[in-house]
């Protein structure tokens, strides 16, 4: 491992007292109900972590920040197996759910702890791999989080994330309820502190953390099969009317029952169209660190 020099050292001090101060201040805007697990565990890193792969070898430490149930971690501890994988999420309750997974497959370099990503039990240079998945997208402070995954992360490693961008996503045939959806989505989630288009503010946030060697690129989920559209709509319609999504939009005064409702069924409607078509696109960046 290289050795740090005295300014490093300095620095490393300085963010110790800020992490000793910062935490959360956003709102999880999805929370963990069955319509959001539903599609978190659907996610592997075949699909949501492609242009990580081939960073990855045996024998590498990776930290994966917001490990939800844990689906991409699992796969991630069998790439780099006999590497250590540590998955942290901010919520404890569903990492009960990421060990389940985890034992299902019989992997034992895996292990899971409640952090906040802005401020994380580790020492400096702990790990060769720091990884999120739409994560930056829901934090207080996405470059501070930066900042700390930089941290932990060895000399010669790479910090990546990936995060969605709803004002880019896309979708046919056009229906205004779901205008509507979006339009509600980016008030509820900038309320709740976060910010839902965080896709196309990711190599602007890298880069305010200090990271000089960020790769960007960009890759999609589309879903237009008939079981597509309606695990795609179903999902979305149940978490409008049911999660704590819809508890936080209308408590926060940005929408009615009544009118989740209307949204709710907007995109029953919608999954029913046999042309329907939808894609989300993802902006990414892998960070090197000196």
Same mark, same amino acid.
């Given at each position: 491992?290289?050795?740090?020099?005295?300014?490093?050292?300095?620095?490393?001090?300085?963010?110790?007292?800020?992490?000793?101060?910062?935490?959360?201040?956003?709102?999880?805007?999805?929370?963990?109900?069955?319509?959001?697990?539903?599609?978190?565990?659907?996610?592997?890193?075949?699909?949501?972590?492609?242009?990580?792969?081939?960073?990855?070898?045996?024998?590498?430490?990776?930290?994966?920040?917001?490990?939800?149930?844990?689906?991409?971690? *699992? &796969?991630?501890?069998? @790439?780099?197996? %006999?590497?250590?994988?540590?998955? +942290?999420?901010? /919520?404890?309750? #569903? =990492?009960?759910?990421?060990?389940?997974?985890?034992?299902?497959?019989?992997?034992?370099?895996?292990?899971?702890?409640? *952090? &906040?990503?802005?401020? @994380?039990?580790? %020492?400096?240079?702990?790990?060769? +791999?720091?990884? /999120?998945?739409? #994560? =930056?997208?829901?934090?207080?402070?996405?470059?501070?989080?930066?900042?700390?995954?930089?941290?932990?992360?060895?000399?010669?490693?790479?910090?990546?994330?990936?995060?969605?961008?709803?004002?880019?996503?896309?979708?046919?045939?056009?229906?205004?309820?779901?205008?509507?959806?979006?339009?509600?989505?980016?008030?509820?989630?900038?309320?709740?502190?976060?910010?839902?288009?965080?896709?196309?503010?990711?190599?602007?946030?890298?880069?305010?953390?200090?990271?000089?060697?960020?790769?960007?690129?960009?890759?999609?989920?589309?879903?237009?099969?008939?079981?597509?559209?309606?695990?795609?709509?179903?999902?979305?319609?149940?978490?409008?009317?049911?999660?704590?999504?819809?508890?936080?939009?209308?408590?926060?005064?940005?929408?009615?029952?009544?009118?989740?409702?209307?949204?709710?069924?907007?995109?029953?409607?919608?999954?029913?169209?046999?042309?329907?078509?939808?894609?989300?696109?993802?902006?990414?960046?892998?960070?090197?660190?000196?």
């Amino acid at each position: 491992m290289e050795a740090r020099t005295h300014t490093e050292g300095v620095a490393s001090m300085t963010h110790a007292a800020e992490r000793s101060t910062t935490r959360e201040t956003a709102v999880y805007t999805h929370g963990h109900h069955e319509s959001v697990l539903r599609s978190h565990t659907w996610r592997t890193a075949a699909n949501s972590a492609a242009y990580l792969l081939g960073e990855l070898r045996p024998g590498l430490d990776v930290l994966d920040v917001g490990c939800g149930p844990g689906t991409i971690t *699992a &796969d991630l501890a069998a @790439l780099v197996a %006999p590497g250590r994988v540590t998955g +942290v999420d901010s /919520a404890g309750d #569903v =990492l009960d759910k990421a060990r389940a997974t985890a034992a299902e497959r019989g992997l034992e370099n895996v292990t899971f702890a409640v *952090a &906040d990503v802005h401020s @994380l039990d580790f %020492p400096d240079d702990s790990f060769d +791999v720091v990884h /999120a998945h739409q #994560v =930056l997208q829901h934090v207080g402070d996405p470059v501070r989080a930066l900042r700390e995954m930089r941290r932990v992360c060895r000399p010669g490693g790479i910090v990546a994330a990936r995060d969605s961008d709803y004002g880019a996503f896309a979708w046919y045939p056009e229906r205004p309820g779901l205008d509507g959806w979006l339009d509600l989505y980016h008030r509820v989630a900038r309320a709740n502190g976060g910010e839902p288009d965080a896709g196309r503010r990711l190599f602007a946030w890298a880069r305010r953390a200090g990271f000089t060697d960020i790769a960007t690129t960009a890759g999609t989920w589309t879903f237009s099969t008939p079981d597509e559209r309606a695990w795609w709509s179903g999902l979305w319609a149940d978490r409008t009317t049911a999660s704590s999504y819809a508890a936080l939009a209308v408590d926060g005064g940005h929408a009615t029952r009544a009118e989740l409702e209307e949204i709710h069924a907007a995109w029953r409607e919608w999954g029913a169209q046999e042309d329907a078509w939808f894609m989300v696109p993802h902006g990414e960046i892998v960070c090197r660190v000196s």
